[in-house]
């Protein structure tokens, strides 16, 4: 089966994506190693899941498409493909997403390559580079938002490969210059345009910049000088943050390319829901239930906040619907000293089974007050529905 991903899907390079799906689960029930007989059907059924991987991502597909499939893969092993959210997030940076640090890989370059004589990579040659900005998203409770804390999550990144130390070869392969830009680590061509002559630089596709081809490639990344890891991190998580905000690890990225720096990692915040708070900006928002007694009467009530309890007067004659603030009750501000405020709606809670005394009591006090009771109906029932 071809490397292609669209031969792989057997479809065209125009194919839509309900095609591209269609034709992924014709192959996907063909190749599933549970139910194909083929020697090398699991091979077979994870290229078919990565080629529609690939092909119904717009940002994947535009970049695999621009790139080629030989270029998409480096890049990709080198952690500059993203997709989805992560792309379109890093959209200022570079318009293809995921491509970020200096826009290392994008198919823009092979425009400015083109006309202006490298644009980027071209002119850096062997020059150190920085490594791709790598994005991530934990997942907070609203009380490890409230109190910060130190987060621990686990991420998949390229880091540089241990046997070779990024090198991509034995550190005993034989070493000679390259010789299809006689180690420049770049090849220039001019050529004559109806504009004139165009002058074109670039990264010498068969030494990858580096002016010299070795003996033997590293058995574990192929020459690549990267591997895919599992790594453990903590960070940091300032009380008060709030849902979508991002940090930032710097030097957790991707690693860079001729000695350079790693690129940094970017750390998407979600906070999840909570049963007894809404969140506005610092703001908490709570309804809390009294019964009927308590707002005809009054009474103080225990009201929740984040961490603990604190207490409430609700007036004599309070009405359900009815909104209360409790100041600096609510969420850190972020970086900065005190918190918003808690604001508690009171909802009246009727009750739905009453004891006989307990009917006497309220017919009673409907009477008192000139009520017109229907016995059949009850009164708790007439209260219910006039709120």
């Not at 029930?29 to 690939?54: G, I, N, R």
């Not at 000679?176 to 990264?203: D, H, W």
């Not at 929740?304 to 409790?326: C, K, N, W, Y």
């Amino acid at each position: 089966m071809s490397e292609d991903f669209y031969e792989v899907l057997d479809v065209s390079r125009d194919a839509s994506e309900d095609e591209i799906k269609r034709a992924y689960r014709k192959k996907a029930a063909q190749y599933h190693p549970d139910v194909s007989d083929e020697p090398d059907a699991e091979e077979k059924f994870k290229k078919v899941k990565k080629a529609k991987e690939v092909l119904t991502d717009d940002e994947k597909r535009q970049m695999y498409d621009q790139l080629g499939h030989e270029r998409f893969q480096q890049a990709e092993k080198r952690g500059g493909v993203s997709g989805g959210d992560s792309g379109r997030r890093s959209s200022q940076q570079n318009p293809f997403g995921g491509m970020g640090g200096g826009g290392q890989g994008s198919p823009f370059n092979d425009i400015f390559e083109q006309f202006f004589g490298g644009g980027g990579r071209g002119q850096q040659g062997n020059q150190p580079r920085q490594g791709q900005n790598l994005r991530t998203r934990v997942e907070l409770s609203l009380e490890e938002a409230y109190e910060g804390s130190e987060k621990q999550f686990t991420i998949n990144r390229p880091e540089t490969c241990p046997e070779c130390r990024g090198r991509g070869h034995p550190s005993d392969a034989n070493v000679r210059t390259c010789p299809e830009c006689n180690g420049q680590g770049q090849k220039t061509t001019v050529r004559n345009t109806a504009l004139g002559r165009v002058q074109q630089t670039q990264t010498c596709r068969r030494c990858e910049g580096s002016g010299d081809i070795f003996s033997q490639q590293c058995r574990v990344c192929n020459g690549d000088g990267v591997t895919q890891q599992e790594a453990t991190l903590s960070v940091d998580i300032p009380a008060g943050i709030r849902d979508g905000q991002s940090l930032r690890m710097e030097s957790e990225g991707a690693p860079g390319e001729n000695r350079g720096p790693n690129g940094d990692l970017l750390i998407d915040v979600s906070i999840q829901d909570h049963d007894e708070f809404e969140r506005d900006g610092d703001d908490l928002y709570h309804r809390h239930p009294v019964s009927f007694p308590e707002v005809v009467l009054g009474a103080t009530v225990s009201v929740p906040t984040v961490t603990s309890e604190t207490e409430l007067d609700v007036p004599a004659g309070t009405q359900s619907g009815e909104q209360f603030r409790i100041r600096n009750e609510g969420m850190p501000h972020l970086r900065s000293r005190g918190h918003g405020d808690l604001y508690v709606q009171i909802q009246v809670v009727t009750p739905e089974n009453l004891t006989a005394e307990q009917r006497q009591a309220i017919e009673s006090f409907a009477a008192a007050g000139g009520e017109d009771i229907d016995i059949s109906k009850g009164f708790f029932e007439k209260i219910k529905n006039s709120f």
